[in-house]
């Protein structure tokens, strides 16, 4: 076997893939999905989606996993970071209307579990309520604030497709 394929091989074993078992927000559709991933949002790329949903919309824990961080950022308002049970991955919430009563810091959550609701906060449209999701890979320290981001559009598409919800 060529030393490419090898470590082609080698890589597509070893790269851990993200799989999200709730959807984000209650009731979600593919409909409702839209890929804005790569767009260029001021001098870089959105790195996220974002799902239109009235305010107020429940926000689920999308595995099981635990409540790293909750942050008030100026662009993102009140944020969410879940990792995975793993520590593999992180999921990013953000423009939440406020979180689920109760929530904090190091809080242990199944999939499913109301987390949050949907709103505005920070620099989304006050007429424009959503939620702002992504998926970053962790790295070996396991910090909330670094990760590679994952594109959640195909990681969410491939959940609802599969009829599990
Ligand atoms: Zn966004």
Same mark, same amino acid.
């Given at each position: 076997?060529?030393? !490419?394929?090898?470590?082609?091989? +080698? ?10 078992m709730s959807p ?18 001021? !001098?870089?790329? $959105? ?8 305010r107020g919309t ?13 942050f008030l950022s100026?662009? %993102?308002? @009140? ?11 992180? =999921? =990013? ?10 929530? $904090?810091? %190091?809080?242990?959550? *199944? ?7 949907? %709103? *505005?906060?920070? @620099?989304? !449209? ?17 910090? +909330? +604030?670094?990760?590679?981001?994952? @594109? ?10 599969? %009829?599990? $919800?």
């Amino acid at each position: 076997m060529p030393a !490419s394929m090898m470590i082609g091989l +080698w890589l597509f074993i070893s790269t851990p893939v993200p799989r999200p078992m709730s959807p984000p927000i209650e009731g979600l559709t593919i409909g409702q999905l839209l890929d804005t991933f790569h767009q260029p949002r001021g !001098s870089a790329q $959105h790195e996220a989606i974002d799902i239109m949903a009235p305010r107020g919309t429940p926000v689920h824990a999308v595995v099981d996993g635990t409540i790293a961080k909750l942050f008030l950022s100026k662009p %993102g308002g @009140n944020t969410i970071y879940l990792f995975d049970r793993q520590t593999a991955f992180c =999921y =990013y919430y953000a423009h939440l209307d406020r979180y689920a009563a109760g929530l $904090h810091e %190091g809080m242990q959550v *199944s999939h499913g579990d109301i987390v949050a609701y949907v %709103g *505005s906060t920070g @620099n989304a !449209s006050p007429n424009a309520p959503h939620l702002h999701f992504t998926i970053f890979e962790l790295g070996p320290e396991k910090h +909330w +604030w670094q990760g590679t981001p994952v @594109n959640p559009y195909p990681v969410l598409f491939d959940l609802l497709s599969a %009829g599990r $919800h």
